[in-house]
């Protein structure tokens, strides 16, 4: 079993005269294969929000957690087979007329930095868990285009699952919105502290430049 945790870090505002939206938007993607080390990776999640936080409504954050924090959760899942593929979208390098179509662009985001994940080794079947964040209508789009895309890559035996679920009910988004904020701020603002500390985990990292066609 193949298990996919994406998150985002960042925005997706294009405005850069009259607001100041971020200058990149970061999709990541966490990959871990095999249920006992899905298992161990949330248990890694659970154990640091059980030892340094207190009560009952507590999450790891990549905004708000801090550094030590951070180091805490990875060490409990260093030795974990995992890794994180990302792309950051270099907002201001855009084509204008993407910038009106989105969801258009999350998707095709999304479904690039899919394909640097070696789908096509999977034997069972494919968990991607998404954050809850788009409406009923993008969630059917985004489902129907990943499902299309993955389909075309593997074995038409092998199951794929698609849930959207809240990073509160799912702590592999937990993971997943750390390491991704990481990566973000590596690009966004040259800030290496926590990307050094997993960078050997990371198995795709690049700036996007979408392609005229």
Same mark, same amino acid.
């Given at each position: 079993?193949?298990?996919?945790?994406?998150?985002? +870090?960042?925005?997706?505002?294009?405005?850069?005269?009259?607001?100041?939206?971020?200058?990149?938007?970061?999709?990541?993607?966490?990959?871990?294969?095999?249920?006992?080390?899905?298992?161990?990776?949330?248990? %890694?999640?659970?154990?640091?929000?059980?030892?340094?936080?207190?009560?009952? @409504?507590?999450?790891?954050?990549?905004?708000?957690?801090?550094?030590?924090?951070?180091?805490?959760?990875?060490?409990?899942?260093?030795?974990?087979?995992?890794?994180?593929?990302?792309?950051?979208?270099?907002?201001?390098?855009?084509?204008?007329?993407?910038?009106?179509?989105?969801?258009?662009?999350?998707?095709?985001?999304?479904?690039?930095?899919?394909? &640097?994940?070696?789908?096509?080794?999977?034997?069972?079947?494919?968990?991607?868990?998404?954050?809850?964040?788009?409406?009923?209508?993008?969630?059917?789009?985004?489902?129907?285009?990943?499902? +299309?895309?993955?389909?075309?890559?593997?074995?038409?035996?092998?199951?794929?699952?698609?849930?959207?679920?809240? %990073?509160?009910?799912?702590?592999?988004?937990?993971?997943? @919105?750390?390491?991704?904020?990481?990566?973000?701020?590596?690009?966004?603002?040259?800030?290496?502290?926590?990307?050094?500390?997993?960078?050997?985990?990371?198995?795709? @990292?690049?700036?996007?430049?979408? &392609?005229?066609?």
């Amino acid at each position: 079993m193949l298990y996919l945790y994406l998150d985002e +870090s960042g925005d997706m505002g294009f405005d850069f005269i009259s607001k100041k939206p971020s200058r990149y938007f970061t999709i990541t993607i966490l990959a871990v294969k095999g249920f006992s080390q899905n298992r161990q990776l949330i248990n %890694s999640v659970k154990k640091t929000l059980r030892r340094k936080f207190k009560g009952i @409504d507590k999450e790891l954050k990549g905004a708000k957690t801090t550094i030590e924090v951070k180091k805490y959760f990875y060490k409990q899942c260093e030795n974990l087979q995992f890794k994180i593929y990302a792309l950051s979208l270099n907002k201001k390098r855009v084509f204008h007329n993407l910038t009106h179509s989105k969801e258009r662009l999350y998707n095709f985001v999304a479904r690039n930095v899919i394909d &640097q994940i070696p789908v096509e080794k999977n034997e069972d079947r494919i968990y991607f868990y998404v954050d809850k964040s788009k409406s009923r209508r993008e969630i059917e789009y985004f489902n129907n285009y990943i499902y +299309s895309h993955l389909k075309g890559r593997i074995d038409p035996e092998i199951k794929i699952e698609v849930y959207h679920r809240t %990073s509160n009910e799912i702590p592999g988004i937990q993971a997943v @919105d750390l390491f991704s904020w990481g990566i973000f701020r590596k690009h966004e603002i040259k800030d290496f502290e926590w990307f050094d500390i997993f960078k050997k985990k990371v198995g795709f @990292d690049k700036e996007y430049l979408p &392609q005229k066609k």
